[in-house]
């Protein structure tokens, strides 16, 4: 999928996603806080349906197909960036995070993990663009272990 495609899919969500905010906002006003969480919510769901089926063909129990190992990788890869800005002081405290406090208190390291996940996922897209099944799996886990890293210390669940 190239990168206007992308940007289609991105546009048209943020269409769907104005209509549903207008529709809300008739209903009552979300803080600051509550948008920047569903915000990464959103995006964590978005990754998240994608990593599954990497991982299902990195893990052996599903056939490898790399043109769709590469194009999940790159979507990944686009919507990692977008993290960090859903993660500002005015979400510290909204119901429904699964931040640990030691987020906050430790915010330099977070950030640093999360850049990690940034690097790795762009490189994991890079590799996967090159259709080699065991650099691109050994790719995939260096971004699920970036995922792991971050989840341990700072995701409650």
């Given amino acids: 999928m190239s990168y206007a495609d992308h ?4 546009a048209l969500i943020l269409l769907v996603s104005s209509g549903l905010a207008a529709t809300a906002s008739a209903q009552s006003q979300p803080t600051k806080g509550e948008q920047a969480l569903k915000y ?3 995006l964590y769901q978005v990754i998240a349906w994608n990593v599954g089926p990497m991982g299902a063909m990195a893990q052996g129990k599903t056939a490898f197909d790399a043109a769709e ?3 999940r990788a ?3 890869a686009f919507l990692t960036p ?3 800005e859903g993660y500002p002081e005015e ?6 995070t699964k931040l640990k406090p030691a987020m906050w208190q430790n915010r330099g390291d977070f950030d640093a993990k999360l850049k990690d996940l ?5 490189a994991l897209s890079k590799v996967a663009g090159g259709g080699d099944e065991a650099a691109s ?3 995939f886990f260096d971004m699920a272990n970036a995922c792991k890293a971050c989840h341990d210390k700072y995701k409650a669940d």
């Fill in 7 to 10: 940007l289609s899919r991105l």
């Fill in 40 to 42: 990464r919510k959103s």
């Fill in 69 to 71: 190992f590469a194009r």
């Fill in 74 to 76: 790159q979507a990944v």
């Fill in 82 to 84: 977008m993290l960090p």
């Fill in 91 to 96: 979400s510290r405290n909204v119901e429904g």
């Fill in 118 to 122: 940034i690097d790795r996922s762009a």
């Fill in 137 to 139: 799996k050994q790719a």
